[in-house]
C-alpha cells in the first residue's frame, strides 16, 4: 500500500477516535513505519497512538521517533508509564534518547527507573561521546565457560527474550574475561554434553571502552560481524555493539564528513529542526576563513598588474580567462581529494602510500590536462573567429591559458591526492581538507601560473 494513502487511513481513525480499529491496524505494520505514520501527531493525538499500543511494541516504537516527539510523550505520560517504558527499552536506546533530553526531563525519567537500571544509566552516561562504551548494550547472550551445551541452551531459552541479540553469545571465565565466542548455529548442531569451550571461537575481535566509535564501525566492517564486544582495560567483558548502531555511527561519520568537505561545521541536529542561528554559527567561520584566504589571490592579481596593463588588449583576455582557468582547477583538485578521503575512510590507503597515490593522480592529471588543453585550444579558436577574429595575439594568448591549464591541473591534483593524506599523518580529519581548502590554494596557484607563463611569453 502507498505510504501517503496508509497514512491517510491511519489518521481517519485517529480522528474518528477509533481506537480499537486503529489498533489492529497498526499491530499490523512494522514498528518503523509506526514511528514514521506518529511523526505527523502532535499532542492529545501522540499520547493516544502511543498508549493503545502494547507496552513492548511502544518501547519500540518510542526508540525510532524523533527526540522532540520522545521528550514531549515523557511530559504527557504519567510516573508509572515511564517506569513501564524504562523497563521495556533495551538499555543503549535508553541512554541515547536520554542523552538528548533536557537535565529536568532526564531527572524526571531517572527518578521512575529501578535503582539497578539508574546505575547503569548513569554509568553509560559517563562514557566519553560517540565512543564505544557510549553505543554498546549490555543485553547480550553470555555464558559461562564450565557450562555444557545442553545447559547454555537452556540458559538461553530462559533469558535470550530480553537480549538485544543471540545469534552470538560470548563465553566468560570466573572472573568475566572474554575468552571466546559463539554462534547459535554452533550451539544447535553441537553434542548437547560438550562443553562451551569446546566448541567456541577463540580467534574472536573485540574493542575497548575508550575505542573511537568510527574506529568501531570500521572494524565491524573489515571483519563483517553482526556484533562486536567491548571489552574494558583488563579483558572483561561490559558491552556488545550491534550491526544497527553500527549503521548508525556510519549514517552519522559519513554525515559529518560531508558537512566538512562542505565547508560546515559539523551538527547533530536534522536541517529543518535546526535553529537559523545555529545555521548561521555552523556557516560563518570556515566562510570568513575562505573569504580572508582569498586575500591571497587579490595580492597575486595586484602583483602580476603591470602584466596585465602592458599587454594592453592581451591582458584583458587573460582576464577574461580566469574563472575558467580557477574552475578547472577547484574542480581537479576536489576530485582527487574525493577518492583519497574516501580511500582513508575505507582503509584503503594510508600515508606510507603517499607517493603511490600522487605517481597516479600524476599520470592522470597528464592525460587530462593534455585532453582540456586541446579542447580549450579548438573552444578559443572558435570563439576568436566569431567574434574578434583570429589574430596571432589570439593564438598567443590561448597557448599561454592551455599551457597555464596543463599545469595548474598537474598541481591541483597532486594538492589534491597529498592534502588529505597530510592531514590524517598529523591527526586531522581528512575531510577539513576537501573542497574549500583545496580550491583556495588551487585558484592561488593556477594565477600564480598564469600571469609567470604571460610574463615569460608577452
Not at 158 to 177: A, F, M, Q, W
Not at 251 to 260: G, Q
Request: aromatic share 6%.
Amino acid at each position: 500500500m502507498d505510504r501517503e494513502i496508509m497514512h491517510s487511513r491511519l489518521m481517519q481513525l485517529v480522528d474518528g477516535n477509533k481506537k480499537n480499529e486503529l489498533r489492529g491496524a497498526l499491530l499490523m505494520l512494522n514498528v518503523v513505519d509506526i514511528a514514521e505514520f506518529m511523526e505527523g501527531l502532535e499532542g492529545d493525538k501522540l499520547l493516544m497512538v502511543f498508549r493503545i499500543l502494547p507496552k513492548d511494541i511502544a518501547a519500540d516504537v518510542f526508540a525510532y521517533i524523533d527526540s522532540d516527539q520522545q521528550q514531549q510523550l515523557i511530559q504527557l505520560i504519567g510516573d508509572s508509564e515511564i517506569h513501564s517504558l524504562m523497563e521495556e527499552m533495551f538499555l543503549d536506546d535508553t541512554v541515547d534518547f536520554l542523552e538528548e533530553l533536557p537535565a529536568t526531563v532526564v531527572k524526571r525519567v531517572l527518578q521512575n527507573t529501578e535503582p539497578e537500571t539508574r546505575a547503569l544509566i548513569n554509568q553509560f552516561l559517563k562514557y566519553p561521546e560517540n565512543s564505544a562504551g557510549s553505543i554498546m548494550t549490555i543485553e547480550f547472550a553470555e555464558f559461562h565457560s564450565q557450562l555444557t551445551v545442553k545447559e547454555a541452551m537452556a540458559s538461553l531459552r530462559k533469558t535470550g527474550l530480553d537480549k538485544e541479540t543471540i545469534n552470538t553469545c560470548y563465553v566468560i571465565d570466573p572472573s568475566r574475561h572474554l575468552i571466546g565466542t559463539v554462534t547459535l548455529r554452533r550451539l544447535i548442531l553441537s553434542d548437547e554434553d560438550k562443553l562451551v569451550t569446546d566448541i567456541m571461537n577463540t580467534t574472536f575481535v573485540s574493542v575497548k571502552t575508550l575505542d573511537d566509535q568510527e574506529a568501531v564501525a570500521d572494524k565491524v566492517r573489515k571483519y563483517d560481524v553482526m556484533s562486536i564486544p567491548v571489552v574494558d582495560n583488563e579483558n572483561r567483558l561490559v558491552g556488545i555493539i550491534t550491526a544497527d548502531d553500527i549503521m548508525d555511527v556510519i549514517e552519522e561519520e559519513n554525515t559529518e564528513d560531508i558537512e566538512k568537505m562542505g565547508g560546515l561545521l559539523p551538527s547533530d541536529d536534522e536541517y529543518l529542526k535546526t535553529p537559523i542561528l545555529t545555521l548561521f554559527k555552523n556557516r560563518i567561520p570556515w566562510l570568513l576563513i575562505l573569504m580572508i584566504s582569498a586575500t591571497f589571490t587579490g595580492m597575486i592579481i595586484t602583483h602580476f598588474e603591470g602584466v596585465l596593463s602592458d599587454a594592453g588588449k592581451l591582458g584583458v583576455l587573460l582576464t577574461a580567462c580566469l574563472p575558467m582557468l580557477m574552475d578547472t582547477g577547484g574542480n581537479c583538485g576536489a576530485q582527487a581529494s574525493t577518492l583519497v578521503i574516501r580511500g582513508l575512510a575505507l582503509g584503503q590507503v594510508e600515508f606510507k602510500d603517499i607517493l603511490r597515490v600522487w605517481w597516479r593522480e600524476a599520470r592522470v592529471a597528464l592525460l587530462v590536462g593534455a585532453v582540456l588543453c586541446v579542447v580549450n585550444i579548438i573552444r578559443q579558436m572558435i570563439l576568436y573567429y566569431i567574434s574578434p577574429g583570429i589574430s596571432p595575439d589570439t593564438v598567443r594568448v590561448t597557448v599561454i591559458v592551455s599551457a597555464a591549464m596543463f599545469f595548474t591541473v598537474l598541481i591541483a591534483k597532486s594538492i589534491g591526492c597529498t592534502l588529505p593524506l597530510l592531514a590524517k599523518k598529523v591527526g586531522l580529519d581528512p575531510a577539513l581538507m576537501a573542497s574549500p581548502i583545496i580550491t583556495t590554494l588551487v585558484d592561488a596557484c593556477s594565477l600564480t601560473i598564469l600571469f609567470s607563463i604571460a610574463t615569460v611569453a608577452l
